[in-house]
């Protein structure tokens, strides 16, 4: 398989247009248990040597997103991480492998005193300025990518944040959605996941945000992104995208957004969409 993928690579690289292809993680590239098939790894490696601009998008940090572009074969390019709020350049062997290009952060004061009166139970966790993860109670996550400090609520009040998070074993995600709907956040952009969970990042910054910055420096046309993803907080890539994809498991909001909808995760929908850029 791998030299049916790179055979011709040359000649193709001489016709097609360059993509800048921004991908999803988490029921993406890799499935609810964490795993990423043989499938996505070969023919995401494939797109990378053919020359796309392949950008993992997340909503991991980037303590757990590296391992991911590592996989993807990703040595020189670029990340977005923390939905966003963190967008990073990779340069495999030099300068511990990347550079934080742009921060986006934001007060997380407001945000947590609103949520934590509506939802007195939730477990909170920041991630700071210095990529450190500070929580209340024993809360941790795989997608910090680092261990999170137990803190009081009050210090969660007084960080400067790029990414926080509320985690809700008291509700439906349906209902904690009514919840944050209910509070009227202002100046952050959130999205709340499968389950009752919700992510924050600051007003104005997403996914998409982070793909716009690194398409302005990479010289690639709108019309030549493409995007695949499965959460709501791929909404705004998927529609920022010239070809927005959602996976076959998404929700239908989510696949209302988007152009076309590919296989789920289990069906490796995600390497159906790449091979198509061979």
């Known amino acids: 398989m791998t030299t049916t993928l790179n055979a011709g690579i040359d000649d193709q690289l001489k016709t ?3 993509k ?5 993680v988490d029921g993406t590239l890799v499935d609810h248990y964490g795993h990423m098939s043989p499938a996505i790894r070969e023919v ?15 909503g991991r940090s980037l303590g757990a997103t590296l391992p991911v572009v590592e996989l993807l074969g990703v040595d020189r390019g670029f990340a977005v991480c923390s939905n966003g709020g963190v967008v ?10 990347y550079t934080v290009i742009d921060r986006r952060s934001f007060d997380p004061a407001p945000a947590l005193d609103a949520l934590r009166h509506r939802l007195p139970n939730a477990k909170y966790a920041l991630e700071d300025i210095d990529g450190n993860f500070l929580s209340t109670e024993r809360f941790q ?4 990518g680092v261990e999170a400090k137990g803190v009081p609520f009050r210090e969660l009040l007084e960080a ?13 995600a349906e209902e904690f959605g009514e919840a944050v709907q209910s509070i009227g956040l202002q100046g952050v952009t959130y999205s709340v996941g499968w389950t009752a969970w919700l992510d924050i990042a600051a007003h104005g910054v997403t996914k ?3 793909l716009e910055h690194v398409r302005s420096l990479v010289d690639v046309d709108r019309a030549d992104t493409v995007c695949i ?20 498991q998404a929700p239908d909001e989510v696949k209302a957004a988007a152009n076309e909808v590919t296989a789920s995760v289990e069906e490796d929908g995600a390497a159906a969409i790449l091979r198509s850029l061979l």
Not at 44 to 58: I, L, M
Not at 160 to 172: G, H, K, N, Q, W
């Open 16 to 18: 097609m247009n360059r």
């Open 20 to 24: 800048l292809v921004g991908l999803d």
């Open 44 to 58: 995401g490696a494939a797109v990378v040597r053919a020359g796309h601009e392949v950008v993992v998008a997340t």
């Open 88 to 97: 990073v350049q990779i340069h495999a062997g030099a300068n511990g492998g």
């Open 141 to 144: 996550d795989a997608s910090f």
């Open 160 to 172: 400067e944040a790029v990414r926080l998070v509320v985690f809700s074993t008291d509700a439906t």
């Open 208 to 210: 998409a945000s982070g």
């Open 229 to 248: 993803g499965d959460g709501r907080n791929d909404i705004e890539m998927l529609q920022w995208a010239g070809r927005g994809v959602a996976m076959g």
